[in-house]
């Protein structure tokens, strides 16, 4: 929470002179002060950074844990922080809603809030009159014969229909438009006075900030982070308890008279093991990488080969590889060549000489000269 104060000032003076004397003599000063104030929110993740942390180093000053425990349960602080961090992240956090609070501070010399008041109760009245007038001027006009509304009423005699019965008509349909215009001007003058009421001093409220939640309407966009989610909540809960206390116990090391020292070996030998599994994994992870290396190149050199080929056969194996046929497909195929590209394409003897050209193209140069040669 935070504020913001403001404040005004304005005064005023009158005097009034008669004979070189002061008749009269008055003055006024006024002063407004106001206070704003809002709210900061804070996310989930920012009182758990708060709440988690202070906690743990409580209970430690106060000896309610080890040095070994305070460890432990600073490690399962900071993976749950991160994993909460990256689920408030992934589905957008729904924080609450800041709100403000803002006072018009406005001292001025046109009027008091007092006076403000005294206006807008006689102007109520003044509204609430010509509306009476208005609506009974309105039943004067519908009643006056010819009977109805004015917009309808016969402009000329006719029949039953009189010329000092449409002048009556006409009478009563004016007043009833005046009365009408007298209303909306009365309830135009009301609603400026409150306007001004609101602003002296009155407190507007306004809160912002809306649920993301709405960023996330698509179906399809949910269930994908419904399983981002599930799968970070699943790493969470996968905390090695046991491994941790090793860590631990290990780094203090084994004393001399240690009554321990099972427990010791037994960790020491976990992490060995760890290391090793760690090490497998990874050499695993190396292997699949160089075979999906190994593959890509292979795929890679096939497709240079029948590219090569493919151009080769085009060129009839060379007799017929000029400038202008080569230009020919150039343009055919989309591909400007280079310069340099286009004096190694001229100089090509053999199918290898073709294979090393094609490799010094791009692959999506080398696709579509292959493709323009069918």
Known sequence: MFTALATSLSAGAEATFSADKAQALSGEIKHALSENAATIERTQTINILREAMFRNCERYLSGAVSTDEFIVQAARDQRAMVHILAIEQITGVARAQSTALTTLAKATDAGTTEETIKLLDGARQREADAKKASAAAAKAAFDQAPEGECASAPKAASGAVTDAQIKEKKAKCDAADGAAAAHKEAAAYQATLATALQRQGEALVAAW????????????????????????????????????????????????????????????GLVKQLAQTQRAKAESEEAEYNALVSKFQS????????????????????????????????????????????????????????????????????????????
């Open 209 to 268: 900030g809306a649920a993301s939640s709405a960023h996330n309407n698509a179906p399809a966009a949910g269930r994908e982070i419904a399983q981002t989610v599930l799968e970070i909540v699943r790493q969470s809960d996968d905390f090695n308890e046991i491994e941790m206390t090793c860590v631990v116990r290990l780094r203090n090391g084994l004393k001399i008279g240690d009554g321990d020292k099972e427990f010791y070996d037994a960790c020491l």
């Open 299 to 374: 795929a890679y050199q096939k497709g240079i080969a029948d590219q090569s080929d493919m151009l080769w056969a085009y060129f009839g194996q060379g007799s017929k590889l000029d400038a202008v046929r080569l230009d020919a497909l150039a343009a055919k195929a989309g591909v400007p060549l280079a310069h340099t590209d286009r004096l190694d394409f001229l100089a090509v003897k053999s199918l290898s000489d073709m294979r090393v050209v094609v490799a010094k193209l791009t692959t999506s140069e080398a696709n579509r000269l292959a493709e323009a040669t069918r």
